[in-house]
């Protein structure tokens, strides 16, 4: 297994554009998360899929963005209309369960920047 | 107050001595705990996690846990130049985990 998959690795959008991230999990892991990072902050949390069951959405996550996990397997983040604060490390992770204390495997990670 | 708290540094040592980092969260039912490292520019990679009062040692990290003061730190010891990096804390008091804003280690040559 090569590990958690992120793509693109950069972004450079212009503002009010849309874009869309894909993360290719672990195989084996049925859970898979999306977090944001900005400079000199930790992860944030964004949302959640245990399969392809999206079980929970952060309040920070405006109506602007969407994410999907079809069939269980990659995963789709889209950002609608980018705003400049939309600029940040987005970081797909994936798991087991966390309660079953795997922790979380991160992927490389989408860096996006909005002009 | 923030759920999981961190000094965000730079905490300086010399190469070669033992470098503690410190972290406190604030939901009593957390159950699992994790130390992230993160050199700059990359993505966050697992080298601790604990659930358990006391001390957990993987070569030259010890993860210590006190549910009672919710507190968790990482001892580094023998630190070297390649340990400098941002460590953040993880907690998950639900099904997702929490960080901290992370400390920055810079250890000196």
């Known amino acids: 297994d090569t590990g958690v998959s992120q793509d693109p690795r950069h972004k450079i959008t212009k503002r009010g554009q849309n874009v869309t991230f894909r993360c290719d999990p672990i195989?084996?892991?049925?859970?898979l998360y999306w977090y944001r990072q900005t400079l000199g902050q930790g992860p944030e949390f964004l949302t959640y899929?245990?399969?392809?069951?999206?079980?929970?959405k952060s309040r920070l996550l405006s109506d602007r963005f969407s994410a999907e996990r079809p069939k269980g397997s990659f995963s789709t983040l889209e950002i609608q209309r980018t705003e400049q604060g939309d600029s940040a490390m987005y970081l797909c992770a994936s798991s087991y369960t966390v309660t079953e204390n795997y922790g979380y495997t991160f992927g490389s990670g989408t860096r996006l920047t909005v002009v | 107050q923030k759920e999981v708290e961190q000094n965000s540094g730079p905490l300086s040592v010399p190469e070669g001595a033992i470098a503690s980092l410190n972290c406190t969260y604030s939901?009593?039912?957390?159950?699992?705990f994790f130390w992230y490292r993160q050199y700059s520019g990359k993505s966050p990679e697992l080298i601790m996690s604990i659930y358990s009062n006391g001390d957990k040692e993987d070569g030259r990290f010890t993860a210590q846990l006190n549910k009672a003061s919710q507190y968790v730190s990482l001892l580094i010891r023998d630190s070297q130049p390649s340990d400098s990096a941002t460590y953040l804390c993880?907690?998950?008091?639900?099904?997702?985990?929490?960080f901290g804003i992370g400390t920055k280690l810079q250890v000196i040559p």
């Open positions: 195989s084996e892991h049925n859970r």
């Open positions: 899929f245990q399969n392809e069951a999206q079980l929970e």
């Open positions: 939901d009593r039912g957390s159950q699992s």
């Open positions: 993880a907690v998950n008091p639900d099904q997702k985990v929490t």
